[in-house]
């Protein structure tokens, strides 16, 4: 992946996190570019299969092809939902673009900070929940700590509330 731009979508297959890759979709991959995904799941739960032989490193790299197979996502116990699987299977037929997940467990702050530093990537784009100030402050916000902590030029796309 030498030279090539490598651009990631920290995901978790929430609401939040499939706007920020249709932003990043619409707005920051070009053709040819390399879209990582990275996913964060809770530590311990990975006894079983794939996980115990990634648990400090996190996976290889994904290929797209695999990220769409539900038996394989199993292995790493993650089911990506349909709209995500076709937003990216459109993106890498439309766009050429090379479609990739590295799956980390753990605290997704650090884990975050450690895929952009670790697979390199070029820049990260992250939704925001939208956590009110008492709850941020409790939990803290993944995304706040990424802007300030990540090596890269990170991107918060914030969701918008409802009324």
């Not at 651009?7 to 929430?14: I, L, P, Q, T």
């Not at 400090?56 to 349909?82: Q, R």
């Amino acid at each position: 992946m030498e030279g090539e731009r490598r651009v990631g979508v920290a995901v978790d297959f929430s609401p939040c996190s499939k706007k920020a890759l249709k932003w990043a979709a619409d707005n920051i991959v070009r053709d040819g570019d390399h879209l990582i995904l990275v996913s964060v799941q809770p530590e311990g739960g990975y006894e079983q299969g794939e996980m115990q032989l990634w648990g400090a490193t996190g996976s290889p790299l994904i290929p797209l092809a695999e990220i769409s197979d539900p038996a394989v996502m199993k292995k790493y116990g993650m089911k990506p939902e349909p709209e995500t699987l076709d937003i990216l299977n459109t993106l890498a037929r439309t766009k050429e673009v090379v479609v990739l997940l590295k799956i980390y467990w753990g605290d997704p702050r650090e884990k975050i900070c450690e895929a952009i530093d670790k697979i390199p990537l070029s820049c990260l784009i992250i939704g925001n929940r939208g956590l009110g100030k008492i709850k941020r402050a409790i939990m803290g916000s993944v995304s706040n700590f990424v802007v300030n902590n990540g090596s890269c030029p990170v991107t918060v796309v914030k969701v918008d509330h409802e009324i």
